[in-house]
């Protein structure tokens, strides 16, 4: 088991940046994958990033990202190993990025289901981002 934490949320105003870190603990961090998701007000839980955390002699394998659509040249996701942190750093901020934003962690593989929140088994709480216009 292990757990998953979440901090760095608040507000700004667009165009702006926030950086949301994941601090992992327990047997998570020998997991496959980490991955960050977001829930507007009344809509639905949707993905935004993640990152692998395999550990091979490939580094282009061991720290291979995977970003949505909407968030790619905006977000960034890193990870810290001697921390056992990920980090979500977000820039060009607008206010369709405000919800609650959460991490999640699970055993197998990113690809090709990175963005499958049932395949996630661990999750942390939400910290909350609000963009202003």
């Known amino acids: 088991q292990g757990h998953l934490v979440t901090s760095g949320g608040g507000s700004a105003q667009a165009g702006g940046s926030l950086r949301l870190s994941c601090a992992v603990s327990?047997?998570?961090?020998?997991?496959?994958?980490v991955a960050w998701f977001r829930q507007a007000p009344g809509q639905e839980r949707k993905w935004v990033a993640a990152?692998?955390?395999?550990?091979?002699?490939?580094?282009?394998?061991?720290?291979?990202?995977y970003k949505a659509t909407d968030v790619k040249g905006r977000f960034d996701i890193s990870r810290d190993d001697a921390k056992k942190t990920v980090h979500l750093q977000m820039s060009k901020l607008n206010p369709n990025d405000t919800g609650m934003y959460y991490c999640a962690a699970k055993a197998t593989s990113c690809w090709p289901s990175a963005d499958v929140a049932q395949y996630y088994n661990f999750w942390s709480q939400g910290t909350q981002v609000t963009v202003s216009s």
């Open positions: 990152i692998s955390l395999v550990t091979t002699l490939d580094y282009e394998i061991s720290t291979l990202t």
């Open positions: 327990g047997d998570i961090w020998s997991g496959s994958c």
